[in-house]
């Protein structure tokens, strides 16, 4: 059974930091590339950083500078490390696991986090 569990979420002021976790089971960890994604109240969930089964990473221009992505392999576990938080980063954030040679893609639960003073 795979299961993405993420952690990490909870209330922040404006500036603060936070770091997210997301631990994959169930599925071979170094054959997916892992991204997160946030949706925010009446929004689209959208695409916030992603790394790729060898590493690479990208992210949205919206956090670029203020958010890093990286992986564990030995740990089955995604980060996401959040710095210079703002209001507009309050959201549900969804760990995501897609298939990098399989075609297969799954979602875990998501963490809240809501930057506010």
């Known amino acids: 059974q795979v299961q993405l569990v993420e952690s990490g979420g909870g209330l922040v002021q404006p500036g603060g930091s936070l770091r997210l976790s997301c631990v994959a089971s169930?599925?071979?960890?170094?054959?997916?590339?892992l991204g997160w994604y946030r949706q925010a109240p009446g929004k689209q969930r959208e695409l916030v950083a992603r790394?790729?089964?060898?590493?690479?990473?990208s992210y949205a221009d919206s956090v670029k500078g203020r958010f890093s992505i990286s992986r564990d392999y030995g740990r089955n576990t995604v980060y996401l490390e959040m710095s210079s938080l703002k209001p507009e980063d309050t959201a549900v954030y969804y760990c995501?696991?897609?298939?990098?040679?399989?075609?297969?893609?799954?979602w875990g639960q998501g963490t809240q986090v809501t930057v506010s003073s």
């Open positions: 995501n696991a897609d298939g990098a040679f399989v075609r297969s893609n799954y």
């Open positions: 169930g599925i071979i960890f170094g054959i997916y590339h």
């Open positions: 790394i790729s089964s060898g590493g690479s990473t």
